[in-house]
T-cell receptor, first 115, second 108 residues
Framework: GAGVSQSPSNKVTEKGKDVELRCDPISGHTALYWYRQSLGQGLEFLIYFQGNSAPDKSGLPSDRFSAERTGGSVSTLTIQRTQQEDSAVYLC?????????????FGSGTRLTVV | AQRVTQPEKLLSVFKGAPVELKCNYSYSGSPELFWYVQYSRQRLQLLLRHISRESIKGFTADLNKGETSFHLKKPFAQEEDSAMYYCALNTNAGKSTFGDGTTLTVKP
């Protein structure tokens, strides 16, 4: 597509429920990133996919968080048994390759509210 | 480990005044540095990269390896520059480390 697409744009869920967040990167971009943006704080790295390599999961805050990327394109971030501290804006970004000198193209984010 | 520090959470200037948003980094290797901007109700977008040495919307940023800084500057701020600005550091590991952001307000 023309840009990075994320869905849903807003999600309100009850504590303890599972949620799935979707990211559709720019066509042909091999690198895909998930970040979390909490109010008043910077962007927290969650996970990074590059081509067919094993993903860098070093930023996932707990084993309730997982992500997959199917066919090198669409990615889904899953949060199980959501907690109130999971409330944040979840951002997805992609780059043409994993090279360090490319800047990110971001999606518009999914605002997750856990009540 | 890499770290990015933006010491000012909030910065307010008058229209036409110079503005400088500070960014300091900590990384032992050769860094790639970026500034991103998020205008109200818009998505986060890339403003400029140090490697391209470009000026975007009148903004410039110079990498100073001695001071480990990458401050963003504009000689004459405009009201439309009001936004949240993030400095980011990328390494050969691919992922970026972001600062906490600076909210710039340009007053008329």
């Amino acid at each position: 597509g023309a840009g990075v697409s994320q869905s849903p744009s807003n999600k309100v869920t009850e504590k303890g429920k599972d949620v799935e967040l979707r990211c559709d990167p720019i066509s042909g971009h091999t690198a895909l990133y998930w970040y979390r943006q909490s109010l008043g704080q910077g962007l927290e790295f969650l996970i990074y996919f590059q081509g067919n390599s094993a993903p860098d999961k070093s930023g996932l805050p707990s084993d309730r968080f997982s992500a997959e990327r199917t066919g090198g394109s669409v990615s889904t971030l899953t949060i199980q048994r959501t907690q109130q501290e999971d409330s944040a804006v979840y951002l997805c970004a992609s780059t043409p390759t994993g090279a360090a000198n490319y800047g990110y193209t971001f999606g518009s984010g999914t605002r997750l509210t856990v009540v | 480990a890499q770290r990015v520090t933006q010491p000012e959470k909030l910065l307010s200037v008058f229209k036409g005044a110079p503005v400088e948003l500070k960014c300091n980094y900590s990384y032992s290797g050769s860094p790639e540095l970026f500034w991103y901007v998020q205008y109200s109700r818009q998505r986060l977008q890339l403003l400029l990269r140090h490697i391209s040495r470009e000026s975007i919307k009148g903004f410039t940023a110079d990498l100073n390896k001695g001071e480990t800084s990458f401050h963003l500057k504009k000689p004459f701020a405009q009201e439309e520059d009001s936004a949240m600005y993030y400095c980011a550091l990328n390494t050969n590991a691919g992922k970026s480390t972001f600062g906490d952001g600076t909210t710039l307000t340009v007053k008329p």
